[in-house]
């Protein structure tokens, strides 16, 4: 059931235009993660601030699948990558803090 969900969740953002070319879906974050969270579990995880002002967020479930996504500041998210076998690497953990 959750490779329909996702494959379902996916064919709804990426939608090819051109060729080889996708054209990206962006929608208001907490409808994404909402979803996410009720059928598969995932919450935030990893977060960082590009360049240009945006989110980098992935969200991790409890049996490691994951799903990365850029949230602008008008609030859109939009994903950009999926898979499983997240696995959190012991003693490789940046504190920006330290």
Known sequence: MRHLFA???????????SGQAITLHCIP???VF??????????????????????????????GTWTAFFTFPDGLTCPVATGEGWRHVPGTSVDPAA
Not at 41 to 58: D, H, I, K
Request: charged share 20%; net charge negative; glycine share 6%.
């Open 34 to 63: 909402d979803r996410l969270k009720r059928h598969d579990g995932q919450v935030p995880a990893q977060v960082g601030v590009t360049a240009t002002g945006a989110l980098f967020e992935v969200l991790v479930s409890p049996d």
């Open 29 to 31: 974050r907490d409808a």
């Open 7 to 17: 494959a379902a969740f996916w064919a709804a953002f990426f939608v090819p235009a």
